[in-house]
């Protein structure tokens, strides 16, 4: 294959749209592994660099913060390039980060390195959900991107509870090699799977900015942060919540949060489904489900069994984002570079906001389960975004 055409989907074998597709998911693996990993690992990283544990988390504000302001920023600036080049530069920088955080010598060159790991984040999954919608039939486009982030939520399950048994086992430091190692291997696998494109000479960044004055991207991205806030609120304070109230020993928590990222590969594959079926009564169910899920978790967390249903059922809110993803490619018009990294931006958003909201509710005393009404009100503010989005769309329907 040339370096400067993409095959059609009508000559493109299955069997290399297959192989595209897991080379991009690969990398989703990695980012969600580094990503979460930290989590697990902050009394060590704390020892280490000589900081407290609360000092400590900066490194996940430091990753979060990269991904807000590398998404838009890199997807501006990269729109005009083959996107092929684009996912190696970006998994290039990510592989970059991650071996910088392996080696800091000091606190400050760890802040700055987890910033430098988030910045392709938000981009490399926009990219990455743009070429495989690309590879796929129109009506299999949310499907496609659901396949490409099964990476993310596979990391969620396997990733990450690795990567923290390496870092307890063998060191911190050690996580972050073998992130930086998945990022090469994602290199390596798209190079040889992932088609190659000419490009968009006529892009531009005022072009992508233009994605910003479309209201429906609007909404979407308000969607995002605000109403997945709630899974957030709620899994933020997951573990007290199972064994205070729950009853769930302390040793069976990291099985709970298995469930959890259990739930979060059925929300991707059901969402998708769901997606290519009809797309925005496809967004509204999700949303619908996941009010659902909070509100149970609120009246039910008291009996250990349905502790596991409410995990898993938390997880699988994350059937909202194939969806919202498909729909931002559908409104954002050519500026769909932009508008697929920024969702990742407004996720981050939402994890911020959802966890601050939960954190504040528990101070209040209102309880570790009061998370969950904090997420039901969240999810009730995403519907309503949803649903002014539906009617601004019949009317631009109608005014067509």
Same mark, same amino acid.
């Not at 059937?319 to 490619?329: D, I, M, S």
């Given at each position: 294959m040339s370096d400067d055409v993409l095959p059609s989907k009508a000559v493109m074998p299955r069997s290399r749209v297959s192989a595209a597709e +897991?080379?991009?998911? *690969?990398?989703?693996?990695?980012?969600?592994?580094?990503?979460?990993?930290?989590?697990?690992?902050?009394? /060590? *990283? &704390?020892e280490d660099v000589v900081v407290s544990v609360p000092e400590a988390g900066a490194v996940i504000s430091a990753y979060a913060l990269g991904v807000m302001v590398g998404a838009p920023l890199i997807a501006v600036l990269a729109a005009r390039f083959a996107r092929?080049?684009?996912?190696? $530069?970006?998994?290039?920088?990510?592989?970059?980060?991650?071996?910088?955080?392996? =080696?800091?010598?000091?606190?400050?060159?760890?802040?700055?390195? #987890?910033?430098l790991a988030g910045l392709p984040h938000g981009a490399y999954f926009g990219v990455a959900a743009l070429v495989a919608a690309g590879l796929a039939a129109p009506n299999q486009r949310a499907r496609a991107i659901g396949r490409v982030m099964m990476g993310l939520t596979i990391a969620t399950l396997f990733g990450t509870p690795l990567a923290a048994w390496f870092g307890q086992a063998l060191g911190w430091r050690?996580?972050?090699?073998? $992130? !930086?190692?998945?990022?090469?291997?994602?290199? &390596?696998?798209?190079?040889?799977?992932?088609?190659?494109d000419k490009g968009?000479?006529?892009?531009?960044?005022? #072009?992508?900015?233009?994605? @910003?004055? #479309? @209201? /429906?991207?609007?909404?979407?991205?308000?969607?995002?942060? $605000?109403?997945? !806030?709630?899974?957030? =609120?709620?899994? %933020?304070?997951?573990?007290?919540?199972l064994t205070e109230v729950a009853g769930v020993s302390l040793g069976n928590v990291p099985i709970m949060l298995s469930v959890f990222g259990a739930g979060m590969i059925l929300g991707n594959i059901v969402g998708s489904r769901l997606a290519d079926w009809s797309l925005l009564p496809a967004i509204g169910i999700a949303i619908a489900f996941n009010i659902f899920a909070y509100i149970l978790f609120y009246f039910t967390m008291t009996n250990q069994w349905m502790a596991i249903v409410?995990?898993?059922?938390?997880?699988?809110?994350?059937?909202?984002?194939? !969806?919202?993803?498909? #729909?931002?490619?559908?409104?954002?018009?050519?500026? /769909?570079?932009?508008?697929?990294?920024? %969702?990742?931006s407004a996720f981050n958003l939402a994890n911020a906001l959802g966890a601050w909201l939960g954190g504040a509710s528990i101070a209040a005393g209102y309880g570790?389960?009061?998370?969950? @009404?904090?997420?039901?009100?969240?999810?009730? &503010?995403?519907?309503? +975004?949803?649903? $002014?989005?539906v009617l601004v769309d019949r009317r631009g329907r109608q005014a067509a």
């Open positions: +897991i080379a991009l998911a *690969v990398g989703g693996f990695g980012i969600g592994t580094g990503e979460f990993a930290i989590m697990g690992l902050l009394p /060590q *990283v &704390a092929f080049h684009v996912l190696l $530069v970006l998994m290039a920088l990510f592989a970059l980060g991650n071996f910088a955080s392996a =080696a800091a010598p000091d606190f400050p060159a760890l802040i700055a390195a #987890r910033f050690t996580a972050f090699a073998l $992130v !930086g190692g998945i990022s090469l291997l994602t290199m &390596a696998l798209s190079w040889l799977h992932v088609p190659r968009d000479p006529q892009a531009t960044p005022l #072009r992508e900015l233009g994605a @910003l004055g #479309r @209201l /429906q991207v609007w909404l979407l991205l308000g969607i995002c942060a $605000v109403g997945c !806030g709630g899974m957030f =609120a709620v899994f %933020s304070y997951i573990t007290p919540a409410n995990v898993l059922f938390i997880g699988g809110g994350f059937a909202v984002v194939p !969806g919202v993803q498909t #729909r931002l490619l559908d409104v954002a018009g050519k500026a /769909q570079t932009l508008a697929a990294a920024l %969702s990742h570790w389960t009061s998370t969950g @009404l904090v997420g039901a009100v969240l999810g009730l &503010a995403g519907f309503a +975004i949803f649903f $002014v989005s």
